[in-house]
């Protein structure tokens, strides 16, 4: 299609095989809109296309994803309020005409399997490193481990003494998010093996809402051993969670955190084992150039004895 259609706080860019969103910048656009600047939408991430009158002489088009298909939406488990739904385009009444076009344009670009949920993430979710400041400390994600550093004006007893957390992606199964507009929210991590703190919580990417909490579990079977103790009950009391208050945590910085965690946490367990490198035989002439320009390395200075000897001994080894 290669169009655009301007909306109240977005505009939607048609190409070929998605939409991209870009979310507009000023003081009334929802935040989340703002922290997400843009999202592409592959149309095969789509299940339906919806056009609805909207408030106050407006209409929404709305292009509602397959389950599974957005990590965003998937750690949200239905807890975003409409306005802050960015697959949601609101425009003025007159441009309804515009938007069926649009809506059936798109409709007839879904494929066969957009009635049935996504195997895996087809929409990226914000891109670590991301921090955000909750009520008992702060939690930051590089990409491969989640930290939580604790405030000692709002950390429980028990967290000061479990101390500051560090969590490796590898050993997470999934994350809990409760959005900070309910009574009490937080964001939890679900180590590998451990129950969930939610007696209906399930298995897969399907979340189960308890006392109003996404539980999202990636994996389909425990992993690793289990805990010698069950899990806190609270959530400010436990060494894997932070809470929210008021002010702290807000959907805008917690829900991407949350999104970009539980990809992370889908994407190291669907990546392969990597091959030992003593397993690999490698060619003798490119163990004898690498051991060369070791040796000139050494000659120059650059590679210490110790360095030296190491190197070439693993060289060796993979003969």
């Keep these: 299609m290669g169009d655009v259609l301007a909306g109240i706080h977005a505009t939607w860019e048609f190409d070929t095989d998605s939409v991209l969103i870009r979310f507009e910048r000023g003081i009334r656009t929802p935040k989340l809109f703002q922290s997400l600047r843009e999202r592409r939408i592959p149309h095969a991430a789509l ?3 919806t056009l609805t009158p909207g408030k106050r002489g407006t209409v929404v088009l709305h292009a509602v994803p397959r389950p599974g298909a957005d990590p965003l939406l998937e750690a949200a488990a239905g807890q ?30 879904l494929g066969p399997d957009a009635a049935e949920p996504a195997e895996r993430f087809l929409v990226a979710a914000p891109e670590a490193p991301m921090h955000f400041k ?6 930051s994600f590089d990409g491969d481990r989640i930290s939580f550093r604790w405030f000692w004006t709002g950390a429980s007893t028990a967290k000061w003494k479990a101390g500051d957390q560090t969590f490796p992606v590898s050993e997470l199964s999934g994350v809990e998010w409760r959005s900070p507009e309910a009574f009490d929210g937080y964001l939890r991590l679900v180590p590998r093996g451990a129950r969930s703190t939610d007696a209906g919580a399930g298995t897969g990417l399907s979340p189960v809402t308890g006392n109003g909490a996404a539980v999202l579990r990636t994996d389909t079977a425990p992993a690793g051993p289990r805990p010698s103790a069950p899990r806190p009950t609270q959530a400010d009391q436990d060494p894997a969670a932070v809470i929210f208050g008021l002010g702290y945590g807000p959907v805008h910085e917690s829900l991407p955190f949350a999104a970009a965690v539980l990809e992370s946490v889908r994407t190291k367990q669907s990546t392969p084992a990597a091959v030992p490198t003593s397993a690999v035989r490698r060619d003798p002439a490119d163990i004898a150039e690498r051991i060369r320009h070791l040796g000139e390395l050494h000659q120059a200075g650059l590679v210490t004895d110790d360095e030296f000897s190491a190197k070439k001994a693993q060289l060796l080894s993979e003969l």
């Design 134 to 139: 909750a009520y008992d400390g702060r939690a």
């Design 80 to 109: 975003l309020k409409d306005g802050s739904d960015p697959y949601r385009l609101v425009l003025p009444a007159e441009r309804e005409t515009l938007a069926e076009y649009y809506a059936d344009e798109l409709r007839a670009l």
């Design 47 to 49: 299940s339906s296309v």
